[in-house]
Each structure stands twice: as C-alpha cells, then as structure tokens.
C-alpha cells in the first residue's frame, strides 16, 4: 500500500498535484526566435483556457478535448523546437529532445487514464492539471537553457 495513501481511498496521485495559478506571459521567456516565441505565447494561452476548464469542474468533455488539442499543439511545437536547436547546434540538443520525448509520453499515460473516465471524481480533475505542470516547468526549467545559446547564434532565423 502507498504510505501516502494509507486508506487507499483515493489515488496517491490526488493530494500530489499542485493547483496552479494562471500563467502570463512573461517578457523573460522571449528568446528572440519568433517562431518559438510565438508558440509558447500559443500555449500560454492555451494551458489558461485548460486551466479555467477545470477550476470551473463543469465540463469534462471540454476538458479532455483541451487535453488531447493541448497533445498535438505540443508534439507540433516540440517537433518545431528540436528542429532549431538542431539547426543551431545547440549541446544540449540530444537531452532537450528527450525531455520533450518524456513530456509527451506522460502525456499519453494522462490522457489514456481519464478517457475511460465517465463521471469525474475530484482527483481525476486534479489528475488533469498533471501535462500543463510538466509543461511549465519544461518552460520555465528547461527552455530557458537554450535563451542564450538562440540569442547569441541563432534568434533571428526562423
Ligand atoms: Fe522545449
Ligand atoms: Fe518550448
């Protein structure tokens, strides 16, 4: 049994997923590629649409369609990102490609878990909450390693 679910009531997961506050956007996340800028503004915007989605816990139906928009904007900005830093020569290239490999995959086990669900406990909604966490921190953690390395010789290609 899981020490941090000795009942075993409800998912460990529930009382584990912090309850984010809206994102905005910040001028310090601005590389100067304005083709990344651009799709991180998208998915700001985005991950506060989800975010309200399901503060309200109103519509799960809405809410799984802004999971699974919110997969496929990622993969196609991931797609975007590996591509620059490939093209730039980034060192951190190979990792970065990972990490957004290992976002997408949890991704899959999210979406995959609450699909199959009909009438939404309290912890599927905070489950839900999971992909936007792992993509802020990716924003804020990880992308901001490559800043630098875009401005200095890379920023203004596309
Ligand atoms: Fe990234
Ligand atoms: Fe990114």
Known sequence: MDSRNP???????AETEPHPA???????LVTDNETIDREHREAVEQGNQLLRILAARENWADALE??????????????????????????GRD????????????????LAELETVAD?????WERAHRPRNLLVDHCLKDDLLFKSHLMHFGGARP
């Open 120 to 124: 939404p406990q309290a912890h599927h």
């Open 66 to 91: 802004m999971l699974r928009r919110a997969r496929a904007r990622s993969a196609r900005h991931f797609a975007t990102e590996d591509g620059i830093l490939e093209q730039t020569g980034f060192l």
């Open 95 to 110: 990792q970065h490609r990972q990490a957004h490999a290992h976002i997408l995959a949890e991704f899959d086990r999210v």
């Open 22 to 28: 809206e994102f905005p956007w910040l001028d310090f």
């Open 7 to 13: 009942s075993g009531a409800v998912p460990p997961y």
